[in-house]
Each structure stands twice: as C-alpha cells, then as structure tokens.
C-alpha cells in the first residue's frame, strides 16, 4: 500500500527557515521523480519544486527561486525541502508526491504538513 508522510512544518517568522521532509513507502521510490506542492487557504494546490529520480535536475516555482531547495536521498525513499527567507505568503499546506507518467492518477495524497509564516 502507497503511503506519503510530509513532516516538519510549524510556525515561523519571516525570514526563518524550515526544512520539510516527505516520505514513501509502498513504490519504488527511487524511481519516481517527485514534486512538492502547496495550497494555501481559499486557493489551488500548486506546483512549489521538483526534483528527478537520481537528483541530478531540480525545477522550482518562480516564487520560490532561490529561495527553496529541494534535495532527495533514495536510501531513506525521502525528499525534502529546505526553505529560507520564508514569507508570510509561504503559508500554506505542503504535499508532496510521485510524478507518474501520464494517463496514470497520482498516488493518494499524505497528509501535509501546515508552514505559517508569521511573526
């Protein structure tokens, strides 16, 4: 059975700094590419960073660029997401999950883990 734990969220003022962590269970982690996603009150599930099967080719939203980094070790079937110089329009609950190919629905949905950034 597929299973996806985020962890690591919590409360933060602005410009601190959170590292998230995501982990699966159930699938061949390490080949899956695999996204973080957030979703603030009121607003869609975005696409927040991506990261490829061996690591070797991240992609971030433009509001998070140089901001966020994503990494992954495929010996803990873990993906993280370190953030700094958080903001308050960082709030929101992150996910995160497997990219399958197309034609395929995504793996069930962990959880999240809820990042306020507020002072």
């Known amino acids: 059975q597929v299973q996806i734990a985020e962890s690591g969220g919590g409360l933060v003022q602005p410009g601190g700094s959170l590292r998230l962590s995501c982990v699966g269970s159930?699938?061949?982690?390490?080949?899956?590419?695999m996204t973080w996603y957030r979703q603030a009150p009121g607003k869609e599930r975005e696409l927040v960073a991506g990261?490829?099967?061996?690591?070797?080719?991240?992609n971030y939203a433009e509001s998070v660029k140089g901001r966020f980094t994503v990494s992954r070790d495929n010996a803990k079937n873990t993906v993280y997401l370190q953030m700094n110089s958080l903001k308050p329009e960082d709030t929101a609950v992150y996910y995160c999950?497997?990219?399958?190919?197309?034609?395929?629905?995504?793996?069930?949905w962990g959880q999240g883990t809820q990042v306020t950034v507020s002072a």
């Open positions: 999950n497997a990219d399958r190919p197309k034609g395929y629905d995504p793996f069930s």
């Open positions: 159930g699938f061949t982690f390490s080949l899956y590419p």
């Open positions: 990261i490829s099967r061996a690591g070797g080719n991240t």
